[in-house]
């Protein structure tokens, strides 16, 4: 699994910080969270290119959010796209899906499958992976995700050579939790193989602190935050309904993840290192977010 981040500013982009973007990268699946103004374009300077993208996770329709999607669309409707693109978004994301189409001479070549998330919990789910969603507090609906792998059976190489196991179906089968008999035995799959659990990610954008943000980052690897303000402008943070780096950080504690990255800085920062800093006061394992980073997870 990767993570890179393609835009890492609030409301107007800088010259280092294009609007909010991430792309979450596993096997063939290429996810795209938010799709900020100049989105594809970011995506050409990581050499991504725009049709590989699988699904689209909204936050929420805030212009720094969406602004990117109907060029990113337009660029997918050119290329020979065959794959159904999958956009998910909170309520209200297929009234503004169709606006966007009316606003331009719009050719919609490749299938688009555009569904709202109502309820918090799984939304999506197949043999390797999970997507979840819950109801964050801004001043628009918007949605938390969290992006989960499956726990995977691994074999224990030593256990498999030393009862003589050779590699191929038997092997197969245990990994798929199954007993086999060798030689007369019966091996359970206990004995030679063992559940690595999946990693996950989760991702909170534009929200004022609540129980939903610790619940849907609970123990994850990692979590990325927002993270617009510094301590000292809370107040500002609670007047737009967005997070300080000390919030994120109080979220990453409680919710006992692995390593918080913050993002989503307002321009009036020019190095956000600074709101890294104050976020390590409260958990430790910080990493201020840049355009064009990259974190294998
Ligand atoms: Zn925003
Ligand atoms: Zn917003």
Known sequence: MELL??????MVPTKERNHSAILLTYGAENILLDCGEGTQRQLKMAGVASPKITKILISHWHGDH???????????????????????????????????????????K??????????????FENEDFCIEAKLLEHTVPCLGYRFSEKAKRKIKVDA??????PQGPLLGKLQEGKSVTWKGKKIMPEQVTYEKEG???????????????????????????????SEELEHKAEEYKHLT????????????????????????????????EEARNYFD???CAKDFMRIRV
């Open 199 to 229: 990693k996950s990610v989760a991702f909170i954008l534009d929200t004022v602190m609540c129980e939903s943000c610790v619940g849907l980052a609970k123990d994850a690897d990692i979590l990325v935050c927002e993270a617009t303000y």
């Open 110 to 123: 490749f299938e688009v499958k555009v569904r709202e998330i109502e309820e918090d919990g799984i939304f």
């Open 245 to 276: 780096a000390k919030s994120a950080a109080m979220i990453a504690n409680r919710a006992n993840v692995k390593q918080l990255v913050i993002t989503h800085f307002s321009p009036r920062y020019k190095n956000p290192e600074k709101l890294a």
């Open 5 to 10: 981040f393609l835009g890492t500013s609030s």
């Open 285 to 287: 394992k910080t990493l």
């Open 160 to 165: 498999a050579k030393k009862l003589g196991i």
């Open 66 to 108: 969406v602004l990117g999607l109907p060029g990113l669309l337009q660029t997918i409707s050119a290329s020979e796209y065959s794959k159904i693109l999958e956009i998910y978004g909170p309520r209200g994301t297929k009234k503004h899906f169709e606006y966007i189409k009316k606003a331009f001479f719009f050719e919609e």
